[in-house]
């Protein structure tokens, strides 16, 4: 059974950092690109960032780049998102899903439960 | 950015009537080298995450009954539930994977 654990998410002040983490089981994690979505409290779905299978490609939506990191551990199974200069406006649910083509162009066949962000002072 | 409109925000069908579920994107999805169109349906219950229903705009994700089917091409999509149940309430999003960023629709939420 796929499975996606995210952890890290927390109360965090406008400027702060936080690091999300996020471990797979069930499947060949290598073999997967892997992304992060947000959603806002009562709000949609934004898609945040996403790696490739090797890290050698990573894609960012607009208004996180040059704040946020994406990156990946395959010998740990394991998804991050390194999050620095946070706003009011980054406070969600971030999910950790899988990429469900060989391709930064997917849709995603697996989510995580989500872990909650909230930046406020 | 490819933005991707649905409509209507919100609806409320009775037991057994069918749902309509409009996207439109800004451009077109349609990919001529292999003849799909990049769009995804997903079904999100509040509390839980999506889950994916359909993909290349008409494809069924397994699993799914088949009262949800996906139609259209190029820039205007839809997802129908043909017969609602009570297990279907829940909000709908279209997804276009045709270019970076993946974007979404705003979401429909469909009521008995």
């Known amino acids: 059974e796929v499975q996606l654990l995210e952890s890290g998410g927390g109360l965090v002040q406008p400027g702060g950092s936080l690091r999300l983490s996020c471990v797979a089981s069930g499947f060949t994690f290598s073999n997967y690109w892997m992304s992060w979505v947000r959603q806002a409290p009562g709000k949609g779905l934004e898609w945040v960032a996403n790696i490739r299978q090797d890290e050698t490609e990573k894609y960012y939506v607009d208004s996180v780049k040059g704040r946020f990191t994406i990156s990946r551990d395959n010998s740990m199974n394991s998804l991050y998102l390194q999050m620095d200069s946070l706003r009011v406006e980054d406070t969600a649910v971030y999910y950790c899903?899988?990429?469900?083509?060989?391709?930064?162009?997917?849709?995603?066949?697996?989510w995580g439960q989500g872990t909650p962000v909230t930046v406020s002072s | 950015d490819i933005v991707m409109t649905q409509s209507p925000d919100s609806l409320a069908v009775s037991l057994g009537e069918r749902a309509t579920i409009n996207c439109k994107s800004s451009q077109s999805l349609f990919y001529s080298s292999n003849n799909a169109n990049y769009l995804t349906w997903y079904q999100q219950k509040p509390g839980h995450p999506p889950k994916v229903l359909i993909y290349?705009?008409?494809t069924r994700e397994s699993g799914v009954p088949d009262r949800f089917s996906g139609s259209g091409s190029g820039t205007d999509f839809t997802l129908t539930i043909s017969s609602l149940q009570a297990e279907d309430v829940a909000v709908y999003y279209c997804?276009?994977?045709?270019?970076?960023?993946?974007?979404f629709g705003g979401g429909t939420r469909v009521e008995i």
């Open positions: 899903v899988r990429g469900a083509r060989d391709s930064r162009y997917a849709f995603f066949d697996y």
């Open positions: 997804q276009q994977y045709y270019s970076i960023p993946l974007t």
């Open positions: 290349w705009a008409s």
